[in-house]
């Protein structure tokens, strides 16, 4: 019978390697633990992240390949670059994040459940308060919330969590803008989890665990952090992005 590990809540043993992570579900490592700051942060620091529902255990995943962006290398198609060019909606870091969080836990169009559940919320906005996750921020010219993207900024990756969209495209315009800010900071990749036809479209490619792995051993110490996103973040605006 294949078995995973059990964490318990409340202690900090080490996670399982994550080559032993089963390959169906694909990447289901562990089970169990709890949400604490310092336990996600070692967690994304091994190629690791929690993903289940509201009903479930929490579940620890490592899929193998993994899913990335090449922060200069998205791919923008000619119909969006026009859109970009005449859109005047504005792009800010930091502004809301707990507001972005909630509205990416909202239910969707194909699915009435969600992932992101009040314990995830909530240490997601602890996180934040400790400097290490951080919201991109899209607005309309009526300064209304259309679009955003959430994550984890650890040494030179951006684990992305999740993203959304209250007018077309407003999901697109967050991605892109945080692909140009994580460029101009450095960081060549941004962490996209698992494999969906949306993400190909955009540019996404997948790459092997061990070379996911072996990326962040070598680019993401675990105390790092980068200041303000807030005050820091680059200004540009949608057209900026085409």
Same mark, same amino acid.
């Given at each position: 019978?294949?078995?995973?590990?059990?964490? !318990?809540?409340?202690?900090?043993?080490?996670? +399982?390697?994550?080559?032993?992570?089963?390959?169906? +579900?694909?990447?289901?490592?562990? =089970?169990?633990?709890?949400?604490?700051?310092?336990?996600?942060?070692?967690? *994304? !620091?091994?190629?690791?992240?929690?993903?289940?529902?509201?009903?479930? +255990?929490?579940?620890?995943?490592? +899929?193998?390949?993994?899913?990335?962006?090449?922060?200069? !290398?998205?791919?923008?198609?000619?119909?969006?670059?026009?859109?970009?060019?005449?859109?005047?909606? &504005?792009?800010?870091?930091?502004?809301?994040?707990?507001?972005?969080?909630?509205?990416?836990?909202?239910?969707?169009?194909?699915?009435?459940?969600?992932?992101?559940?009040?314990?995830?919320?909530?240490? *997601?906005?602890?996180?934040? =308060?400790?400097?290490?996750?951080?919201?991109?921020?899209?607005?309309?010219?009526?300064?209304?919330?259309?679009?955003?993207?959430?994550?984890? =900024?650890?040494?030179?990756?951006?684990?992305?969590?999740?993203?959304?969209?209250? =007018?077309?495209?407003?999901?697109?315009?967050?991605?892109?803008?945080?692909?140009?800010?994580?460029?101009?900071?450095?960081?060549?990749?941004?962490?996209?989890?698992?494999?969906?036809?949306?993400? *190909?479209?955009?540019?996404?490619?997948?790459?092997? !665990?061990?070379?996911?792995?072996? *990326?962040?051993?070598?680019?993401?110490?675990?105390?790092? &952090?980068?200041?303000?996103?807030?005050?820091?973040?680059?200004?540009?605006?949608?057209?900026?992005?085409?």
């Amino acid at each position: 019978m294949i078995r995973i590990a059990i964490l !318990r809540a409340g202690e900090l043993e080490p996670f +399982p390697p994550v080559e032993s992570a089963l390959p169906e +579900p694909n990447g289901l490592l562990a =089970a169990g633990g709890d949400l604490s700051s310092e336990r996600l942060m070692r967690a *994304y !620091r091994h190629g690791i992240f929690p993903w289940f529902s509201d009903d479930a +255990p929490i579940l620890w995943w490592s +899929p193998d390949p993994r899913m990335v962006f090449a922060t200069d !290398r998205i791919h923008i198609s000619t119909r969006l670059r026009r859109w970009l060019r005449r859109c005047r909606w &504005t792009i800010h870091a930091d502004r809301a994040f707990a507001e972005v969080v909630r509205a990416c836990a909202a239910p969707r169009d194909y699915s009435a459940g969600t992932w992101i559940t009040p314990g995830m919320f909530e240490a *997601y906005c602890d996180l934040h =308060a400790l400097g290490h996750a951080h919201s991109i921020e899209v607005y309309d010219d009526a300064d209304r919330l259309v679009g955003g993207i959430y994550g984890v =900024a650890m040494g030179r990756m951006f684990f992305g969590e999740s993203m959304f969209s209250a =007018a077309t495209n407003g999901s697109k315009v967050a991605l892109l803008a945080l692909c140009k800010g994580l460029h101009a900071w450095g960081f060549p990749l941004l962490d996209a989890q698992v494999a969906s036809e949306h993400l *190909y479209t955009m540019g996404a490619f997948e790459i092997p !665990r061990a070379e996911f792995v072996a *990326y962040l051993e070598a680019n993401c110490p675990l105390s790092s &952090t980068i200041g303000s996103w807030r005050q820091g973040w680059p200004s540009f605006s949608p057209v900026n992005l085409a």
